[in-house]
């Protein structure tokens, strides 16, 4: 009798513990990622948090179905395979420092941070990741000439003019340029005269070494004081709160 009302006593208790572990997650918040590049996502000021301090830290990148979640770091495990992520300060950060981003990093991130048994889902992130970086855009008055420069990374290797390639987007789609109107020099291309058809997204893409490079880049032929908003293209993702009520007690066993 005394054993089965000691282990009662322990349930209760557990139950208390993870009661207490649960946390909702905050709001989600949207970051853009390129191809290829490098991404820090931030989980908490690195000053809010004593250095001498015993914490835990866990990154989990979320699917709809259950099993496919993924740990994708938990610090201090010094036996994990990291692979492209570590944890480290970024800009008076700590933060999830992800490398040579793929297009399967897209998902949602969330940062669990445990001091003993007091857990906290203290960060959400929706991250996109895009195939090609966006430039500035260039405006230009009707009759004059279009420069659009590729820009080449020449620490990283070289890259001969003939393996740039430019492309102009149609529906987000890729199409070949009027070669009977441009002029491609070294990384530029140069339309002689510009006219309100030649308005929209362009496209210069290359492959350094074993990367593959892309950048987008705006053209805008307006005559002069006509006023035009622009912006870069937007993926629409829906600020909500984080879906997920954790059993962090569970998930960090």
């Known amino acids: 009798m005394a054993h089965s009302y000691t282990w009662g006593l322990l349930l209760l208790v557990l139950l208390i513990v993870i009661s207490e572990c649960r946390a909702v997650s905050p709001e989600v918040q949207n970051m853009v990622a390129y191809k290829d590049g490098d991404k820090a996502l931030p989980c908490f000021n690195s000053n809010a948090t004593d250095s001498k301090s015993c914490y835990r830290v866990k990154w989990t990148k979320y699917a709809t179905d259950a099993r496919q979640w993924e740990v994708i770091l938990a ?80 620490t990283l290797g070289p890259v001969r003019s003939q393996n740039i390639s430019w492309a102009v987007l149609k529906g987000g789609k890729p199409q070949s340029v009027d070669s009977k109107r441009v002029h491609i020099n070294d990384t530029s291309l140069v339309i002689q005269s510009g006219s309100t058809n030649d308005s929209g997204w362009y496209r210069c893409s290359y492959i350094q070494g074993q990367t593959q490079c892309c950048f987008d880049i705006k053209i805008l032929v307006q005559v002069e004081g006509f006023v035009e908003v622009t912006t870069v293209p937007i993926i629409t993702t829906t600020t909500q709160k984080g879906p997920f009520t954790f059993d962090v007690l569970s998930s960090l066993a």
């Open 75 to 154: 610090w201090p495990k010094k036996s994990q395979d990291t692979k492209r992520a570590t944890w480290g300060p970024d800009g008076g950060q700590m933060s999830l420092l992800l490398t040579k981003i793929q297009k399967s990093d897209e998902g949602l991130y969330s940062c669990i941070i445990c001091h003993g048994w007091d857990c906290t889902v203290v960060k959400n992130i929706s991250l996109k990741v895009k195939d090609c970086k966006v430039l500035q855009p260039v405006k230009i008055s009707p009759g004059k000439p279009i420069k659009m420069n590729c820009p080449v990374n020449t």
